[in-house]
């Protein structure tokens, strides 16, 4: 499924870093939606009912499993479906605000009347809850 060719780094060294790295991030994206689009065209073609008049054999298998990885690589290389893009989008806004997801703010909603939800929590030492009692 990923394609790695290992010539690849000896000619990128005359490249920007910066570049480089934006080339690499691409690439992966790419071979994310394409492994991405793979699985789903196996599992839409576990769908299509199986025909009695040939039979099903290993070499058949065999190549479907090629002809569904060469659509998902073009479908993935033509960027129709654009995955790899909004997977870019919440990469860069993620980058320009890093302590985003670090806040501990962000982890859940707070249970503020726990008798009224039927929750009794009992505390440890530093004050977070330790278990449910099951009032």
Partial sequence: MLYVNP?????????PLEQQKTQRTE????????????QMLREMRKTVPENGLFGRSSQQE???????????????????FGIAKMMEAQLE???KTPGLLATTENK????????????????????????????
Wanted: proline share 3%; net charge negative; charged share 25%.
């Fill in 7 to 15: 010539l690849e780094a000896q000619r990128s060294s005359t490249v």
């Fill in 27 to 38: 690439k992966a994206l790419q071979e994310y939606e394409r492994l991405f689009l793979y």
């Fill in 62 to 80: 065999f190549f479907e499993e090629m002809f569904d990885d060469y659509l998902a690589g073009e479908m993935a290389e033509s960027g129709q």
């Fill in 93 to 95: 806004a993620r980058q």
């Fill in 108 to 135: 859940g909603l707070p249970i503020r009347n726990t008798a009224a939800a039927g929750l009794a929590l009992q505390k440890n030492d530093s004050g977070l809850p330790l278990q449910s009692t099951g009032e």
